[in-house]
Each structure stands twice: as C-alpha cells, then as structure tokens.
C-alpha cells in the first residue's frame, strides 16, 4: 500500500502487549531444552515441532483455545535471565517498527504458580526494560501486572498486597522511605536480590478468560491497589516515579456492558480491546466524552474469532465518534503479526487518511502512561 512506508515511519506508542504472547516458537523451544520443561507432546502433537506448533496457532478458535496453548507456553520460562531474553526480543522487534514507549503486560500468578518469584520475574523484565533504553535509541517502557479472570478472585488478592508490600511506587511515603534505606542496607551487605524493585511496576491490568466473568469481581481487589496509587495532581513526584494506573480487558469476547463495569466498578483509566464498545451508542458517547484509550488488537481479533476480519473491527466508527484507541499486537508470537503489522492491516481493511492515522498517532501518544516530557520527545 501507498502508505506503508508513512506508517512504518510513524512514532509509535504500543500499550496492549502480554509479553509472554511475544515468546516465538523458536524461544519456546530452546528454553524448554535448556531448562529441562517437558512439553505436553504425548497429548498434543502440535508440540511437536515448530513447525507444528505455528500450524496449531493458525487455526485458534476463540480466546479460551489460544489461552491453553499461550500458559503452555509460558512454563519454559524459569529464571530472570529468561525473562530478560524475552523481553529483549521483543523491545528490538518494536524498535525497529518504530515503537519509541511499550507498555507491556505480564501475567505474575502463572509463575508464581509453577513456584518462581515475582521478583525473579520482575529483574529480568526491569533488566530488559533498562538495556532497551540504553541500547534502543532511549525507547522507554512500563511493566504491568495482569490479575488472572479463570482464577480465584483470592489469588488476585494476595497478588496485590505483594504489588502493593514491594513493587508499586507511591502509597505510603514512609514505608517507602523504609523500603530504601533496607536496600541500601542490603546493597551494602552485598546482597544484591534485596535490592528494592519499588517503583519497577507502573499498574495493574485484568486479564485471560472474559466470558461470564464481569469485571464486578474483582471490585474490592482493584479498591486496595486504588487506595494505593496517587493521582498525578496530588503528588507529581510520586506520579513521575510510577504511580499504579489501572486497566482491564473487557468487550473481547465479552458484552459492552463489561467496559462499562470496569469504568465504574474498577476504576479503570483505560480498557484494553474494547471492540464491544461500538454495540453500544451510549458506551461510545461516554468513551468519547471522558476520552477514554481503548487498546485495540486487530490482528488478535481475527485470530481470536472476535470479529471475521480486521475490515469487521471498528476503526471507522470509533474515528468517527471521536473515540480514541491505538492499535497494538496483544500476542504477536502467537498471532503472527507485530505492531508494524496491525498498523499495516487496519490500513489496508479500512483505507484510512492521512489525518487519520495522525489522529491515532496522537491519541496514542497522549493518552500514554508516561510522563509529559516523554511525550514531548515521542512527538
Ligand atoms: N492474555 C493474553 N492475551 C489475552 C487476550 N487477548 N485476552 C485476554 N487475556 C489475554
Ligand atoms: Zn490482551
């Protein structure tokens, strides 16, 4: 297409990202050697090669058949060092598409789960998230933990007080302050684990199976990590450090409604997907009117059955409405494509304008969780 090269071109901002759907078969298959992980090929011969593997991802036929396969896949990552390889992969694969700020999810009680610390988890993602921008043209990223929807609403719970005891910036000052001076105390004595992750995890997400589970569930678990975060206007200095902003999935697979419920019940400054949002006029005037991000996937959609083809997605009513969204990949290992992709496909399903994609571009860099000087340089 014409505009190809304008969109590879294009500042991007990608903030709808599980940055164990950008683990490639390839990866997938090397740590499961190196790690000793069994994959389950008696049961299934897609695990078989990788060739077999990509042939399994190109038939998924909903959310729930891709979730099977993506927490699989995951359990060959085992220690810090394959995190950071990970993420690494992915930050270079974004930065040649331009990508200059990532908002990455991850999913910390599949890990936990299989008895890894989030702390593990969370050193090689941060040490991945620093080299990148040292290494990639000072492209800047944010972590974000997704709580689990097929899990028990407890499990979310106790995942939050460890976010909140050890890894959110903000909330109690003091605890903070004590939080450093234990860091230090502990950087002196050599012990380089007890190094403070506070501050290393920008929010919270929701995630996984949507059907039949309304964000209304987790109501009280999304309360505690709000009595923590602080509003930006309160304390701009805690804010520049961090602090937890709050997203959901909602209107995948599930109804308009649920977006709704995650904005009231939640507390959610932005939805990721969303798509159900156009079934809706009055989800659609609201969204507009408090210029709330939706985190678009359109490739994921396809893939996931969510819509037939990325033409169904509904870029067109969203621009038109003056709804903000970007465009992003979700699981771009498992999808087969890329942010570069899914600006390219949108283009050609919907033949959009110049003035559009400048009106995308904006809104998502705007709409971003970094700080307003970033944004300036992301321009
Ligand atoms: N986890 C990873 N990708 C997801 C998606 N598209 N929807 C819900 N949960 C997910
Ligand atoms: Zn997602």
């Not at 969370?122 to 997704?146: D, F, K, N």
């Not at 450093?180 to 995890?201: P, Q, T």
């Not at 009513?317 to 709804?323: G, I, K, R, S």
Request: charged content about 25%.
């Amino acid at each position: 297409h014409k505009l190809h090269p304008l969109l590879a071109a294009l500042p991007k901002c990608e903030h709808h990202m599980h940055v164990e759907g950008s683990l490639s078969p390839e990866l997938l298959f090397e740590l499961a050697a190196r790690n000793g992980v069994t994959l389950p090929v008696a049961e299934d011969d897609s695990f078989a090669s990788t060739e077999a593997l990509y042939a399994r991802y190109a038939r998924f036929t909903s959310l729930d058949d891709f979730l099977h396969y993506y927490y699989i896949g995951m359990s060959v990552l085992q220690t810090a060092a394959d995190f950071e390889t990970l993420a690494m992969e992915y930050f270079k694969k974004a930065h040649a598409a331009n990508v200059r700020h990532a908002e990455i999810f991850f999913d910390p009680q599949v890990h936990l789960a299989r008895g890894i610390s989030l702390a593990d988890v969370v050193r090689g993602l941060r040490a991945a998230s620093l080299r990148a921008t040292a290494e990639l043209g000072g492209m800047t990223s944010l972590l974000i933990p997704c709580l689990l929807r097929h899990l028990p609403v407890a499990d979310s719970g106790e995942l939050v007080s460890q976010l909140r005891e050890g890894y959110w910036a903000g909330g109690d000052e003091q605890k903070q302050e004590e939080t450093v001076v234990n860091a230090l105390e502990a950087a002196f004595e050599g012990d380089k684990d007890a190094v403070s992750l506070r501050g290393a995890l920008a929010g919270l997400g929701l995630c996984s199976s949507e059907r039949d589970l309304p964000p209304t569930l987790w109501r009280e678990v999304y309360q505690e990590a709000r009595r923590h975060s602080v509003s930006s206007a309160e304390k701009p200095t805690l804010a520049r450090r961090g602090a937890t902003r709050l997203t959901a999935h909602a209107g995948e697979e599930g109804p308009a409604e649920y977006i709704t419920l995650a904005l009231d019940h939640l507390g959610a400054q932005r939805i990721d997907h969303g798509v159900a949002a156009a079934t809706d006029p009055a989800v659609m005037e609201r969204l507009a009117r408090e210029q709330i991000l939706l985190t678009v996937c359109p490739i994921s959609n396809v893939c996931l059955r969510v819509t037939k083809s990325v033409k169904e997605v509904p870029i067109r009513t969203f621009l038109d409405a003056n709804v903000p969204f970007s465009i992003n990949s979700d699981d771009p290992a498992y999808f087969g494509g890329y942010i570069q992709e899914n600006y390219c496909a949108v283009q050609e399903a919907h033949d959009l304008s110049v003035d559009d994609w400048a009106t995308i571009v904006r809104n998502s860099i705007r709409l971003s969780w970094c700080d307003d000087a970033r944004k300036q340089v992301v321009l």
